[in-house]
DNA sequence: GGGTAATGGTTGTATTTGTAACCAACAAGA
DNA sequence: TCTTGTTGGTTACAAATACAACCATTACCC
């Protein structure tokens, strides 16, 4: 029987906290508008920092490109998303949210907000500045979009997530 | 464009941080043990906290019980767990690791204070602090088995996780 | 004791995800 | 201009996951 305590280890704190906080909104995405998490992400990111293609998306967002693939085709599917070809470059497309695909960002985002000023309403204001800080420099944000505190046990992609 | 940003959204942000801290962990359990991520939990169950039943590791770890039955599976497999019928009741189980599977206990524990000391490295001791009991409040963890700080937005099983 | 529900666990099937391969368009150098 | 490499994006197939149904055993209780 080791000292090691599970309870205390950060990638599997994280995957519990990250599971447990994630449920009460996931059911909302999911139950009003059949969204998968993916879908939610690129809505999201379409809607909050405007206009972009899919790779730009699969750089912030550090999801693989199939995943973002899959995640615009469901959406637009939804009549959520619209693509428009970069003429300048004709492998990219540019895309937007469609007045529907707006309609449900700013549904979701009030949810958002609601569930997130909950799952911090026992924090202090000092506890919740702590925490956000060490989880973003923890997910590597904050220093462009490589990676910041997690180098690899022995190595591993550094371009391709996933 | 909304005022709403991702990068403070808790769900979002540690989805994220579990991710990539996860990342270089998990890859050492899967090259050396051809393990996934079910089958280090179960792992590390019977590791730490010693014998127990499949339903026991579910309500501890928060993971399905077909997860847990598929998991079993596998490290019995691998020779890593073996199962002991209770005479008492015949529908349990208690779960017990091999010799083979407490070296490859061993030696993951080793590896994961490894990479947690890594993890936290850039951390204060103060900050780190809080981060681990902010986090262990929002997974739930300390009040029993039961949720803590994430109510559901409409209500969900409280029994069968996921 | 007999019926009904609850518990421990497994299996089947549909979804989702990961991974690799692929295609088309562009970039850069010989 | 050829050719080699890179980038943006999709598709195909394998692996993993969720969900429901299932079986066996035990608990409850009339």
Redesign the interface.
């Known amino acids: 029987?080791?000292e090691?305590?599970?309870?205390?280890?950060?990638?599997?704190?994280?995957?519990?906290?990250?599971?447990?906080?994630?449920?009460?909104?996931?059911?909302?995405y999911k139950d009003r508008y059949g969204m998968l998490r993916t879908e939610w992400?690129v809505l999201?990111?379409l809607?909050?920092?405007?206009d972009m293609t899919a790779a730009e998306i699969g750089r912030r967002a550090?999801m693989h490109k199939t995943k973002i693939s899959r995640a615009v085709a469901a959406l637009e599917a939804k009549r959520f998303v619209t693509r428009r070809e970069d003429s300048a470059d004709r492998r990219r497309e540019t895309l937007t949210l469609s007045a529907q695909g707006r309609r449900a960002?700013?549904d979701l985002?009030v949810?958002?907000?609601?569930?997130?000023t909950?799952?911090?309403?026992?924090?202090s204001a000092?506890?919740?500045a702590?925490?956000?800080?060490?989880?973003?420099?923890?997910?590597?944000?904050g220093n462009g979009v490589e990676?910041a505190?997690?180098?690899?046990?022995?190595g591993?992609k550094q371009d391709e997530y996933?």
């Open positions: 029987m080791s090691f305590d599970l309870r205390t280890f950060l990638p599997y704190l994280l995957n519990q906290a990250a599971e447990e906080t994630s449920l009460g909104f996931s059911r909302v992400r999201f990111h809607g909050r920092y405007g550090k960002f700013d985002v949810v958002a907000e609601a569930h997130d909950r799952l911090t309403a026992n924090l000092g506890e919740r702590v925490l956000i800080d060490c989880l973003q420099r923890l997910a590597g944000f990676r505190l997690s180098p690899a046990i022995d591993y996933q």
